[in-house]
């Protein structure tokens, strides 16, 4: 795919320690260190309009309120994603939160195609197509 999208990530469980993540510990879903690495990751669904990326966040957030929902609330949270991205660089979202029964909750929107960066060529496309 060469046209601008996004790769919707998801993960929901128990929150792990950097150590254990480093040890091999964590699920294979768990939020990797650098946001580059998503993308040797299968993604949930692929998105080309900004829009339709962000409601798939909103059901999310739905699905999986965060606990600091009535002083940060997810209509704020999104007018933050619209600016995001937008962005010519930088148009990632990830968001990393608990719920109310102590779950981690962790979504991702990863820009594809990424730049070149000092870390190197980005990892290909997950979803080519």
Not at 26 to 34: G, L, R
Not at 88 to 94: K, L, S
Not at 102 to 116: E, G, H, K, W
Request: aromatic share 10%; glycine share 6%; proline share 13%.
């Amino acid at each position: 795919m060469t046209v601008r999208h996004w790769h919707a990530y998801a993960h929901t469980g128990r929150a792990c320690t950097d150590s254990q993540i480093r040890r091999g510990q964590a699920p294979a879903t768990y939020p990797p260190f650098e946001l580059r690495n998503w993308l040797t990751r299968q993604p949930e669904t692929t998105f080309t309009d900004p829009g339709t990326a962000a409601k798939w966040l909103r059901v999310q957030a739905e699905e999986h309120p965060p606990t600091d929902a009535a002083a940060f609330t997810v209509d704020t949270r999104l007018r933050y994603v619209h600016a995001t991205l937008a962005q010519e660089i930088g148009a990632d979202v990830v968001w990393g939160y608990y719920t109310p029964g102590r779950a981690f909750v962790s979504r991702a929107l990863i820009v594809c195609p990424r730049p070149l960066t000092p870390a190197g060529p980005p990892p290909p496309c997950p979803d080519p197509n």
